[in-house]
């Protein structure tokens, strides 16, 4: 045996490209992976922003095909991409990791995912907030008590959990009082069909379809605890604070989408078909969805106390379900700032509501 | 010119061997040291690319220490269930690729009749048919064991098919020269020879029964490894993610192993060459 370098010297350079092309190529990979997968937030003029299908933010994607953010980007002098991703957790994750400036979520996983991840993230505009979109339906059953003992199916973490704590909670009764079983939204419409499955907790469209199917009774719905499911448009706070123009942009275009949508069928028939229904059935969820069409509206929303009391809901609901993170000691440990007062620790502000750009949209001074 | 100066002719000493082999690894982890750093330096609480003493307190809280809200080591439970599902979707997989390959590769007349089904169903891909399993197996363990079944056994069935196929009509014909029947010729010449094939085929079909679980497990489960990837997912908890990935891996590894040792232990004829 002998060591392995012991090629002679004389060898062909043929050889000895071939074993330099590996080493070239190994260190174009070093150097490659010392390119840090994070960017420095700085002023630029070139954003992107993420959305994923729900009835809330189908105007992001019509807003975007439509030319309107590009016209409220230019008049900001500013680029401004839009993206939709299929997978809404994903893109919230994309987010999170920097990839994105903004992106639409609701109120909770706007808390539990960025915020808890160290990312200052603010709801630049509240576009809706959930009004029966979210549903607890049970099988052969008629009263929300009758679930005690049962498994329930949801997509456990998200939304649809938080509204099961709260339905539960309103008829005195406990999570340890029923079995959580994580199931993919996407499998939720068929798995109903089985015989293993009694209660299930779910959102539009997939609410609707299941009522369809018989046995099925919606006990509790989002309507009974208005305003706490909201729907935002999330935005980094550093890249709102060193680029107004963005907000401003983003702000134009949302209610110049929001008059469309309101004022023409044809507008709402389209976000309908892009999120595979038709007018019909996108009228159908908009009817259980609070929209906030008028911006005035939304700055009373967000205004008001109710707001910070809904805060402190979600964040006790996150904290007792560890997605707060571990290291969090209590529910106040991510301070969230509304306009009408902070809940939690001052000195950890990440997660805040902040009105400014929809009252200027509200004003006119876009 | 000597046959050692071509670098293909150049063999590692055993040290090199070990060293060369670990390598990427190292490399691999500074890799990631760097980009996490990198991250954490921009933002502490970066949870994208969690640090490893990071890591390190994930394993700890979910290995041992018990859960808060259930009282359970989650890790444990999590593996136990996996393994569970896992182990008895194959060993079913097993048995059913053994019997469906070795009767249609003994017997022509049974051919005829089974191979064009089995060819058509080993083509469906299991994740298209999930909502007729859902109906058929209802969301409990066993369409998470069926899933695994559906997945892999189409593929051992084929391979022993192959493997039965392959064994000379010479042995065949001796044994029934001898005054052999189809019955002995299948369980005295076959079926011994196929045996250590199986095992090649379950170590060859183990990723894709991984696979099959961790789908089963991310579409309706009260635990489970892939129950818990995708449940914490929703959180962008990479610190729980990233150890329960390398926990897969050694399991997938140790199993992988065991077989091989299992086949070497009981049929030494088959591993001498």
């Known amino acids: 045996m002998y060591k392995l370098f012991s090629a002679h010297k004389t060898q062909t350079t043929r050889r000895q490209r071939g074993f330099f092309t590996p080493l070239i190529f190994s260190t174009c990979l070093l150097i490659l992976s010392a390119v840090p997968l994070g960017q420095a937030v700085a002023e630029r003029d070139s954003f992107r922003v993420c959305w994923s299908i729900y009835v809330g933010w189908m105007p992001w994607g019509y807003g975007a095909e439509a030319g309107i953010v590009n016209k409220w980007a230019d008049k900001y002098g500013i680029d401004i991409e839009v993206v939709q991703i299929n997978d809404y957790i994903e893109s919230i994750n994309q987010y999170t990791a920097g990839e994105f400036d903004a992106c639409t979520m609701t109120n909770m996983d706007a808390l539990t995912i960025p915020s808890a991840g160290g990312v200052d993230t603010t709801a630049l505009i509240v576009g809706d907030f959930s009004n029966g979109n979210d549903a607890i339906i049970l099988k052969d059953e008629t009263s929300l008590s009758a679930i005690k003992g049962q498994k329930v199916n949801l997509v456990e973490l998200s939304v649809s959990h938080y509204l099961l704590a709260r339905a539960l909670d309103s008829v005195s009764l406990a999570e340890k009082d029923v079995t959580v079983v994580n199931t993919s939204d996407a499998d939720m419409v068929s798995a109903y069909t089985t015989k293993d499955v009694t209660s299930v907790v779910t959102w539009n469209p997939l609410v609707a379809e299941i009522l369809k199917m018989p046995g099925a009774t919606k006990v509790f719905d989002s309507a009974s605890i208005p305003g706490e499911i909201i729907d935002t448009l999330m935005i980094n706070t550093q890249t709102l604070q060193e680029n107004p123009n963005l907000g401003k942009a983003l702000a134009g275009a949302w209610y110049e989408i929001m008059q469309n949508m309101q004022e023409s069928a044809d507008v709402r028939a389209s976000m309908g078909k892009a999120s595979g229904t038709d007018l019909a059935g996108y009228e159908m969820q908009l009817a259980s969805t609070h929209m906030y069409y008028a911006a005035g509206d939304a700055v009373d929303f967000v205004n008001s106390p109710d707001l910070l009391q809904t805060m402190q809901y979600v964040a006790e609901f996150s904290f007792t379900h560890g997605l707060l993170g571990e290291g969090a000691p209590d529910a106040g440990f991510i301070g969230i700032a509304t306009p009408a007062g902070i809940f939690g620790d001052a000195d950890n502000v990440l997660l805040r509501f902040d009105p400014t750009y929809m009252q200027m949209a509200a004003d006119g001074k876009l | ?273």
Do not use: C
């Open chain 2, 1 to 273: 010119m000597s046959r050692s100066r071509r670098w293909i002719n150049a063999q590692p000493s055993m040290f090199l061997k070990i060293t060369l082999g670990l390598l990427p690894f190292l490399v691999l982890l500074l890799v990631y040291q760097y980009q996490s750093d990198a991250r954490k330096a921009e933002n502490p609480k970066d949870k994208l690319l969690p640090s490893f003493s990071e890591m390190s307190a994930a394993v700890d809280r979910h290995a041992f220490q018990p859960s808060k809200r259930t009282g359970q080591y989650l890790l444990w439970r999590d593996t136990a269930s996996s393994l569970t599902r896992l182990l008895s979707g194959i060993a079913i997989a097993a048995l059913l690729g053994l019997t469906f390959g070795l009767a249609t590769g003994a017997f022509p007349m049974f051919d005829a009749l089974s191979t064009p089904v089995i060819t058509a169903i080993s083509l469906i891909p299991p994740m298209a048919i999930l909502p007729i399993l859902f109906i058929v197996f209802g969301l409990g363990e066993l369409s998470k064991v069926v899933l695994i079944i559906i997945g892999i056994s189409p593929f051992i069935t084929r391979e022993i098919y192959l493997r039965t196929k392959e064994i000379p009509a010479e042995q065949l014909i001796k044994a029934q020269t001898l005054g052999g029947n189809s019955s002995q010729v299948v369980f005295r010449v076959l079926l011994p020879q196929i045996a250590p094939r199986l095992i090649g085929a379950v170590r060859l079909s183990l990723g894709s029964a991984w696979l099959f679980l961790i789908a089963a497990e991310a579409i309706a489960a009260t635990d489970g490894l892939g129950y818990r990837i995708f449940l914490v997912r929703r959180y962008l908890a990479m610190d729980v993610i990233l150890p329960y990935v390398v926990w897969i891996t050694f399991l997938a590894f140790v199993l992988d192993r065991l077989l091989i040792l299992i086949s070497q232990k009981s049929f030494p004829w088959y591993h001498d060459d």
